[in-house]
């Protein structure tokens, strides 16, 4: 069965930074696909980023360079930098297992996501 846990949501103002955090509990972050969505309030959940098992990555359009998907093998966790918060940025961010393997991966193809963790972006 598939177990992520997220965390590192917060409240940041318009400007800021946060740094997310999902580790799996059930297997290895680098064997699979994973990525981060959004959903924000009143809208429909979206993907942000996703990264392969080789270490490839991919971005929504929105992202536009503020977002840095990472992870650490040696912690068994991947990781979601937001820089350049804005308050469109707010909601529930989820780390997802995606569709893709070792080579690619689908920002929008979450097959997988855990509970999520809260954002939010206001002055």
């Known amino acids: 069965q598939l177990q992520v846990v997220e965390s590192g949501g917060g409240l940041v103002q318009p400007g800021g930074s946060l740094r997310l955090s999902c580790v799996p509990s059930t297997f290895n972050v680098d064997s699979r696909a994973m990525g981060w969505l959004r959903q924000a309030p009143g809208k429909e959940r979206e993907g942000v980023s996703c990264?392969?098992?080789?270490?490839?990555?991919k971005y929504a359009d929105f992202v536009k360079g503020r977002f840095t998907i990472s992870r650490d093998t040696a912690k068994n966790t991947m990781y979601l930098q937001l820089n350049s918060l804005k308050p469109e940025d707010s909601g529930v961010y989820y780390c997802a297992v995606v569709r893709g393997g070792v080579r690619h991966c689908v920002v929008d193809g979450a097959d997988y996501w855990g509970k999520g963790t809260l954002v939010t972006v206001s002055s």
């Open positions: 990264m392969s098992g080789n270490g490839n990555t």
